[in-house]
Structure formats: structure tokens, C-alpha cells
């Protein structure tokens, strides 16, 4: 009814906040477009109709196979590129942001004494930058994922790593064999170097790179019972150790490092715990949990501020709050311990050794839906419209993975299996419906390969 109201209430400056406010398009400014308020209600339906793809399970899913690479070892993944090593020492890379890109397989620098048959790969790390890999015999390499596919660098430990770690943003390089922890890093003029040797006691079990870390890189290393906050003016720190009481699980943020604690039967006052401690001040902020079973898995640096998700070999998701002890929910579904967990505001993903693959709504408690694949469930990784799993076998050399010795695959059931599902509304016209069920009805007859169908159009 007012001209000067509605004059004030279509102002471009307004809806520009409001669409800052909510998060969307936070790079752009305000003449980028000319309705802002158009936008926004483009973003919050386009979030809308995300968020019920991924309850409802709506969407493309595809399967990542590479047939040469026998079985699979290790995943990870950034931001949509995901990395996979397999036991035939091949490293292989896909892009599920391009549905049509042709993966790379990333080769090995070998040296002139590289006879025979190439060792296994132990771990794979990427970040949004740089790719490293890990084998049997000791050996690291890393490759520029600008440059091409020849390794920028490459170094030997005299014995089996036993952990490997990359910086989630930068060029660092962490790696633990035997009771030796070395980083690499580039130095001024781009060669690379060891910056940093630290020589532990104990034999690591869990290696990770402080994040968003100004100076020399610092890393955190549990071996045995045994927490060491590695950085160089002070080598070998030790942040937590109580006798008997090994660690778990080990995840870190920028100033924050959870872990999992496993206490004995006659320790009854101690029961499993996950400890947060302060990197700063090397002090116990917090005692989470009250668990029989040994904790798993714990997310601390991809969970939103404050939370944190951990999984327990008592076949529970449990979601902590930092600033109460109590969890805020406990998910019981998986037959078996759970092997990897990711959460958001509002919904967790989780993965058991089963090989189930679980989607929980947070606020509600209640499992969305669930995914089943032969191996354990080593890798989960998702953003607001896609998710990668990988079930990543145990056995390596599977007795009559192959039909001969000089057969180059391995049976499918053996290899481990990644996917990746796709839940945005414009991936979805051709791909939400399996091939077979996609029928245009608009011819009178196919061929049906002398198969009696109800629907003789539809395509086999």
C-alpha cells in the first residue's frame, strides 16, 4: 500500500546482506547482478531440493573401477578429486566434478634398480594441490596436480611406512617409519628438502599435519600411548601419555587434537574416553564418552564449530558438543564397529566395517538410508551436494583373486569398490534412474534379445 515501503523493500543493498548473511556467493559484489533478491530465492530452493535429494536418496550414483590395479589399498579425496593406490603400485586419480573426465593414472618415478614387480601401495593423500603416495618398500613420491603425471618429488625410508600425512592446504609431506618422523616441504626457491626429522620411541600409528599453521609445520604424532606435539624448537613434545592406555584414534584442527583413549578391564574408574587437548597451552580441555567399546574414529577438523563425531567399535555414531560432556546423540544401525564418520549441521554420514554405508538426520536421530558393499568402509568424504565412499578390502592377496598368476585384474568381489553419488538437481535429468529403467516410450518396438518383457521397448 506504500509506494516509499516497497520502493525500500526491493533495495539491492538489502538483499545483497541478506544473501551475505546466508552465506551465498560470499566472493561476488554487489553489481555482479542486477536482482538480488531473485538470487537468494534461487539459493535457499536450490538448497532446499539438495537437502531433500540426499534425505530421499535421490540422485546419480556412479561406480570408480580400474580393473588393472587388482585390489584396492587406500582413498582419499578433496573437494570432488578423489586418489586411489592399488596393490599392483598404480596410483590413480578421478575428477567427479566432470562426469566425463578420463582419470590419470599417476606413474611412479623408478629408479634404474626397479626390477620385477612393483611394490604395493600403503597410503594415498590429496589435497587441492599436491598428491603423495606411499608404498611397500619405503619409498614416498608426490606429484603436482598442475604439472602432469611424472612425480616433482621423491624420497626412500630404509623401512615400511607406517603413516603418512599431507597438509590439508600448502606442500608439506609427513611420514613415519620405524621410530623416524620426517617432513618434506619446499624450501624458497621450490626444491624440495627435508625440513624436519624427529626421532620418537615408539612406533606411529597416527600421523597428522596441524592445519593453517604459520612457520615451520608442526605435526602430531600417537604411537603406542603416546601423543607427541612435533615442531622444531621443541623435538619430540610429548602431549599425552598414561602407561597401558593406547591410542585409538587421532584427528587434529588448527588448535585442537582429539584422540581416543583405551583403558583395561581393571581400570574400572577409566573408562574409553576421547581426550580434547589445546595444542597451544598442551593442556585437557575435555573427557568425552563413557564407552566400553574402543573409539574408531573420531572427526574433529571437518565437523562444524564446537562438534565433534566420533565411531566406536560398539556399533555406535556418537555426536559431542565441546562445551558439555554428554553426547548429543548416540546412532546405533551398523552390524559391526564403525570405521569412518563425517558430520555437518545437520546431518552425519558414517561407515562400518560391514560395509554399510549409513546417512543419518542429526537433529531427528533416525537413519535416512543405507548403502551395502562387500569390504569395510575406509574413506567418506561429502559436501553439500556430493558424497565418495570407498570400501577398501583387508586382504591384499586374496587366495584365487586371480584366474592365473599372469592375469592382470582380479575378480571384482576381491578389488574394493569407490563411489560417488551426485545429489544437485542439474546432474540429475539423465542419470537419477538406472539405465535399464530409462524407456522413451516413443518407439513401437525394440529389439529384446528374444526375451519375453512385459514392456518390450524398455532397454536392456
Not at 600425512?165 to 623416524?180: D, K, M, N, P, Q
Not at 573427557?287 to 573420531?298: A, E, Q, T, W, Y
Request: with cysteine; proline share 5%; net charge negative.
Amino acid at each position: 500500500v506504500s509506494r516509499s515501503w516497497k520502493v525500500l523493500a526491493e533495495d539491492e543493498v538489502l538483499w545483497y546482506r541478506l544473501c551475505q548473511q546466508d552465506g551465498y556467493l560470499l566472493g561476488s559484489s554487489i553489481a555482479a547482478r542486477s536482482c538480488w533478491k531473485l538470487v537468494l530465492k534461487d539459493c535457499r530452493a536450490r538448497e532446499c531440493t539438495l537437502r531433500t535429494n540426499w534425505k530421499n536418496r535421490i540422485g546419480a550414483v556412479s561406480q570408480l573401477q580400474y580393473e588393472l590395479g587388482k585390489i584396492l589399498c587406500d582413498v582419499h579425496s578433496c573437494d570432488g578429486v578423489v586418489i586411489a593406490g592399488y596393490t599392483s603400485g598404480d596410483v590413480r586419480l578421478w575428477d567427479t566434478r566432470a562426469w566425463d573426465y578420463m582419470a590419470p593414472v599417476l606413474e611412479p618415478l623408478r629408479g634404474p634398480d626397479d626390477t620385477g614387480a612393483p611394490p604395493h601401495v600403503s597410503f594415498v593423500r590429496i589435497n587441492s594441490a599436491l598428491a603423495a603416495a606411499a608404498y611397500e618398500d619405503g619409498t614416498v613420491s608426490i606429484w603436482s596436480l598442475m604439472v602432469g603425471r611424472e612425480p616433482i618429488h621423491r624420497y626412500q625410508h630404509n623401512q615400511r611406512i607406517q603413516a603418512l600425512a599431507l597438509a590439508s592446504e600448502g606442500a608439506v609431506v609427513a611420514t613415519a617409519s620405524g621410530f623416524e618422523v620426517k617432513v618434506e616441504s619446499p624450501n624458497d626457491r621450490g626444491f624440495w628438502q627435508t625440513t624436519e626429522t624427529f626421532e620418537i620411541q615408539k612406533l606411529v600409528n597416527f600421523l597428522n599435519l596441524v592445519p593453517d599453521v604459520m612457520g615451520s609445520p608442526v605435526t602430531v604424532a600417537a604411537a603406542g600411548d603416546v601423543v607427541y606435539l612435533l615442531k622444531s624448537p621443541d623435538p619430540g613434545k610429548v602431549l599425552h601419555s598414561v602407561y597401558g592406555q593406547p591410542i585409538t584414534c587421532l584427528d587434529v584442527s588448527a588448535s585442537e587434537a582429539a584422540f581416543g583413549v583405551k583403558s583395561f578391564g581393571w581400570l574400572l574408574n577409566e573408562p574409553n574416553q576421547i581426550l580434547l587437548y589445546n595444542l597451544e597451552t598442551s593442556q585437557c580441555l575435555k573427557k568425552l564418552g563413557n564407552s566400553l567399546g574402543d573409539f574408531s574414529c573420531v572427526n574433529l577438523q571437518d565437523s562444524p564449530p564446537n562438534m565433534l563425531v566420533t565411531g566406536n567399535k560398539d556399533r555406535r555414531v556418537r555426536v559431542y558438543d565441546l562445551r558439555q560432556s554428554e553426547a548429543l546423540c548416540s546412532l546405533h544401525g551398523h552390524p559391526l564397529g564403525v570405521s569412518a564418520v563425517r558430520m555437518d549441521d545437520w546431518k552425519v554420514v558414517s561407515g562400518g566395517e560391514e560395509g554399510l554405508v549409513c546417512v543419518w538426520d542429526q537433529r531427528m536421530g533416525t537413519k535416512l538410508w543405507e548403502m551395502h558393499a562387500r569390504h569395510p568402509v575406509r574413506h567418506v568424504w561429502f559436501n553439500s551436494h556430493s558424497l565418495i565412499t570407498a570400501n577398501v578390502p583387508d586382504e591384499k592377496t586374496p587366495r584365487g583373486a586371480s584366474l592365473t598368476d599372469d592375469d592382470l585384474t582380479a575378480h571384482r568381489k576381491h578389488r574394493g569398490v569407490i563411489y560417488a553419488y551426485e545429489f544437485s538437481a542439474e546432474q540429475l535429468a539423465g542419470e537419477s534412474v538406472l539405465p535399464i529403467c530409462r524407456s522413451s516410450y516413443d518407439e513401437v518396438t525394440g529389439y529384446n534379445y528374444n526375451i519375453s518383457l512385459t514392456v518390450p521397448y524398455d532397454d536392456i
